[in-house]
């Protein structure tokens, strides 16, 4: 999934530029990349719609650049064991 990675630096890299006064630690950065932010997200809507994307593995490549742009989301996340995909 070497699509997710470049999102995930992206945002990486915005979340540096806003914190150069004081930079993030190294541990906080490894951190931030072992932990996908698009496996807690079960279904999300953006602001302005009514409409709910429901995230699975299907879905995926097609929500990625919006579950990780540096904007909000209204999303339900997911619990382990409640949706095995996400999880694993």
């Known amino acids: 999934m070497g699509n997710i990675e470049k999102y995930q630096k992206q945002l990486l890299e915005q979340t540096?530029?806003?914190?150069?006064?004081?930079?993030?630690?190294?541990?906080?950065?490894?951190?931030?990349?072992?932990?996908?932010?698009?496996?807690?997200?079960r279904r999300y809507r953006e602001?302005?719609?009514?409409?709910w994307q429901v995230v699975n593995p299907?879905?995926?490549a097609e929500q990625i650049a919006t579950l990780y742009a540096d904007r909000s989301i209204i999303a339900l996340t997911a619990l382990c064991g409640s949706a095995d995909f996400l999880c694993g």
Do not use: M
Request: glycine content about 2%; overall charge negative.
């Open 16 to 41: 540096q530029n806003l914190c150069r006064e004081t930079p993030i630690s190294e541990a906080t950065e490894q951190a931030y990349l072992a932990t996908p932010r698009h496996r807690f997200v």
């Open 47 to 51: 602001w302005g719609t009514k409409e």
């Open 58 to 60: 299907d879905s995926l």
